[in-house]
């Protein structure tokens, strides 16, 4: 499967904890995505790499939040202090070019209790 | 502040119907845009794009239609398939890679 992945699928933890999650993308795509969807909504911009580089970052990104990607292949997205409002899906998504689609991945269930 | 809007939450055709989809935006800076299909339990998946230099563009059974004075798209599905139930999301972006999403329309084809 030369897909997106996303690991874990599935994460619960308590509020005030910090998480990371890892996102693989299609192996030649230099571009790479987080997004954020909550019920009903569509997804959320939150970040985006060319490469190893951090281009832009939603406005909407609390300081809690920090994405890597060191060396232009797989990414992390931390969030420090979970608060009940991070709940929500962590999708990743990458592309080779901008005129491409985003291929998504399947994306990261976060439950903070 | 939804940038981009899909009115219709929901909406259901006879198989081998037409399905249309219909998305609204309010930044005339928006420059291209996608629709993506999403099933339960699995991220989006790219559908089909649109750059502001056109005003259609066709893949198969999906064609999607660009109405830039009327800050308008539509995705038209013809003909629509009982596989083709899902929720579909239009996104538009003025840099190209922040893109805006609307909250989606979940399509039911009816056999």
């Known amino acids: 499967d030369t897909g997106v992945s996303q690991d874990p699928r599935h994460k619960i933890t308590k509020r005030g904890q910090n998480v990371t999650f890892r996102c693989d993308p299609i192996?030649?795509?230099?571009?790479l995505y987080w997004y954020r969807q909550t019920l009903g909504q569509g997804p959320e911009f939150l970040t985006y790499?060319?490469?190893?580089?951090?281009?832009?970052k939603s406005r909407l990104l609390s300081d809690r939040f920090s994405a890597e990607r060191p060396k232009g292949s797989f990414s992390t997205l931390e969030i420090q202090r979970t608060e009940q409002g991070d709940s929500a899906m962590y999708l990743c998504?990458?592309?080779?070019?901008?005129?491409?689609?985003?291929?998504f991945g399947p994306g990261t269930r976060l439950t903070v209790l | 502040d939804q940038q981009v809007k899909q009115n219709s939450p929901s909406l259901s055709v006879q198989e081998g119907r037409i399905s249309i989809l219909n998305c609204d935006y309010t930044n005339s800076m928006f420059d291209y845009f996608l629709w993506y299909k999403k099933y339960p339990a699995e991220g989006p998946t790219f559908l089909i794009s649109i750059s502001s230099i056109k005003d259609k563009n066709e893949d198969g059974r999906f064609t999607v239609f660009l109405n830039k004075s009327a800050k308008h798209l539509s995705l038209h599905i013809v003909p629509s398939q009982p596989g083709d139930s899902a929720v579909y999301f239009c996104a538009a972006s003025e840099t190209g890679n922040q893109f805006y999403f609307g909250t989606g329309t979940s399509l039911t084809v009816i056999p």
């Open positions: 790499f060319q490469n190893e580089a951090q281009l832009e």
């Open positions: 192996s030649e795509h230099n571009r």
């Open positions: 998504a990458s592309s080779l070019d901008r005129a491409g689609g985003r291929f």
